[in-house]
């Protein structure tokens, strides 16, 4: 039973337009929540990340949204770019579990 | 800093096979962890640490088996490589006091 869900594989987005990746759960004791970036070959890299106790966490362009009686989570990019190609894991923890992530392509 | 480092990258082994991944990291954190990544299925994670001295399971140990005898140094082992462990490797850290991991750039095994 996936207690990280990640809907939707992958996602196309116009360069300069918002990218909205959602991540649902099940679990309620998770207390904190993670988002990470991966490339093709290379490890996955921290992004950005919200704990419970709020419901929005900004940094830069990113902004992740916590709706926590819906137990689910998003991260907006805006605006998107060329190098936001990617695929993004959401994480919910403790223990640590990943969803599956989603696929981000960022259309010229 | 060198960060969390991997080695090798890539390996092909034979069913039957044994052999050692590698990984070490600089950042003097408490926390290591060994997680394979399999198409469709996200990161999953086989075993961690919380220091020197103390290993623990997770979701998916059967087949590997880990040591932590220095802060730096989490060795993951395959015994007996199957199929069904072709996948590719991240070892991660973090300290205890924080969430966030830092991972390495990933070990791309293949078993015949």
């Known amino acids: 039973d996936q207690q990280v869900k990640q809907n939707s594989p992958s996602l196309s987005v116009q360069e300069g337009r918002i990218s909205i990746l959602n991540c649902d759960y099940t679990n309620s004791m998770f207390d904190y929540f993670l988002w990470y970036k991966k490339y093709p070959a290379e490890g996955p890299t921290f992004l950005i990340s919200?704990?419970?106790?709020?419901d929005k966490n900004e940094d830069g362009r990113f902004t992740v949204f916590l709706n926590k009686s819906a137990k689910h989570l998003s991260l907006h990019i805006v605006p998107s770019q060329p190098g936001d190609s990617a695929v993004y894991f959401c994480?919910?923890?403790?223990?640590?579990?990943f969803g599956k992530g989603t696929r981000l392509h960022i259309l010229p | 800093n060198a960060g969390v480092t991997q080695t090798p990258k890539f390996q092909v082994l034979k069913t039957g096979q044994s052999m050692t991944l590698q990984c070490a990291q600089d950042?003097?954190?408490?926390?290591m962890s060994w997680y394979r990544q399999d198409p469709g299925m996200g990161l999953r994670l086989i075993h961690y640490?919380?220091?020197?001295?103390?290993?623990d399971q997770g979701e998916v140990p059967n087949g590997y088996n880990v040591s932590r005898s220095t802060t730096e140094d989490f060795p993951l082992r395959l015994l007996s490589a199957a199929p069904s462990q072709t996948s590719v490797y991240f070892c991660?850290?973090?300290?205890?006091?924080?969430?966030?991991?830092?991972f390495g750039p990933g070990t791309r095994l293949t078993v015949l």
């Open positions: 640490s919380v220091g020197a001295g103390i290993t």
């Open positions: 994480a919910a923890t403790p223990p640590i579990i």
């Open positions: 919200i704990s419970s106790i709020k």
């Open positions: 991660a850290s973090k300290t205890v006091s924080t969430d966030t991991q830092y």
């Open positions: 950042m003097n954190h408490e926390y």
